[in-house]
């Protein structure tokens, strides 16, 4: 009998503490809890940490983060404005503000991810698809681009390489898609905290049409600068040739005022020779006309000259002289 009272007194320790457990629950400083009762909540959510009491074995627990939770999405291709797809990674950061909203909507965090994809994946092909690739590879509208300090004032004044200018920037992207997405995911009592773009990458498909222009984009820049070194070689030849020229100028007006001065001495010498001495002017007109002969006539040359000729005077009146001395060969036809 005595056997009998202690494994009754047993039994009924144990049935004690396990409805006392079954009765009593821990909330952590992470979690916050929704009761149920036949599977539908009654009360209000559990939000402060301790040690709490329920109904046994009619309800259960249902804990739920409270922390400050990761959404890290599947890189996914999607088209820019100017037609070009670029692979797109995102992630979000999100925490459960409304928990019973929550658990009547989603129930467990593996459904407000599976929301969240949606969501989230549909307002960034939205905001992409608005924009052009530039507007989501800048960082910010204001982002001023590094300058190549080789280049002049000139240059730099023309923005040649410059990038080409933006309205928004990728931090104004990402901040669309975050208040489109905020909305949405309001209704199932999540909170989204924050959401960025991890990587953006060209699709294998169109990067060949990307290197392309990046090609062509370079090529345009280096036949400016070649356009532009033309230019200077001929402004600069231009000024060799303008200078060359004032120079030849100078040099034949200089000539000319000399030859100018000694024809005027020559000319007084002639005078004053000729006042003194007849015959020596006589002989000065035979010099140079003797010379004369040599410049217009060759060998095997024949010379024209009528009878009034200067030329044919001066042969006819030094006749008696020897043709060697007067005249150089030639032929002399009247």
């Not at 990402?174 to 909305?183: Q, R």
């Not at 005027?264 to 004053?272: E, M």
Request: proline share 4%.
């Amino acid at each position: 009998m005595k056997r009998f009272v202690t494994t009754v007194a047993g039994l009924a320790i144990l049935a004690s503490v396990y409805i006392v457990s079954s009765a009593v629950y821990v909330v952590t400083e992470v979690e916050q809890v929704i009761i149920t009762q036949f599977g539908k909540p009654v009360g209000d959510p559990v939000t402060e940490a301790g040690l709490k009491l329920k109904m046994p074995f009619v309800q259960e627990v249902n804990p739920i983060d409270k922390r400050v939770l990761e959404w890290d999405g599947s890189p996914s291709d999607m088209p820019t404005k100017d037609k070009l797809y670029i692979s797109v990674d995102l992630f979000a950061r999100w925490r459960i503000t409304d928990p019973l909203q929550y658990f009547l909507r989603l129930r467990d965090e593996r459904s407000a991810q599976s929301r969240l994809d949606d969501i989230l994946g549909s307002e960034t092909r939205n905001a992409v698809a608005k924009h052009e690739l530039i507007e989501i590879i800048r960082t910010t509208k204001g982002r001023e681009p590094l300058r190549d300090t080789s280049l002049s004032d000139t240059e730099t004044a023309q923005n040649i390489g410059a990038l080409v200018p933006i309205q928004k920037g990728r931090a104004l992207v990402e901040e669309e898609i975050f208040l489109a997405a905020a909305e949405k995911v309001r209704v199932f009592g999540i909170e989204l905290l924050d959401i960025r773009f991890k990587r953006i990458n060209y699709n294998e498909s169109v990067r060949p049409k990307i290197y392309d222009r990046m090609i062509s984009e370079r090529r345009q820049i280096a036949e400016r600068f070649l356009s532009e070194g033309n230019g200077e070689a001929a402004r600069i030849r231009g000024n060799r040739v303008r200078d060359l020229n004032k120079v030849q100028s100078e040099a034949y007006r200089a000539v000319e005022e000399i030859r100018g001065a000694a024809d005027a001495a020559a000319a007084t010498i002639y005078a004053d020779a000729y006042n003194q001495s007849p015959d020596s002017v006589a002989f000065y007109e035979f010099t140079r006309m003797m010379q004369s002969y040599r410049t217009i006539i060759a060998e095997n040359s024949t010379l024209v000259l009528t009878t009034d000729s200067d030329l044919f005077g001066l042969i006819k009146g030094l006749a008696p002289l020897s043709a060697a001395t007067a005249v150089p060969p030639g032929q002399i036809t009247e």
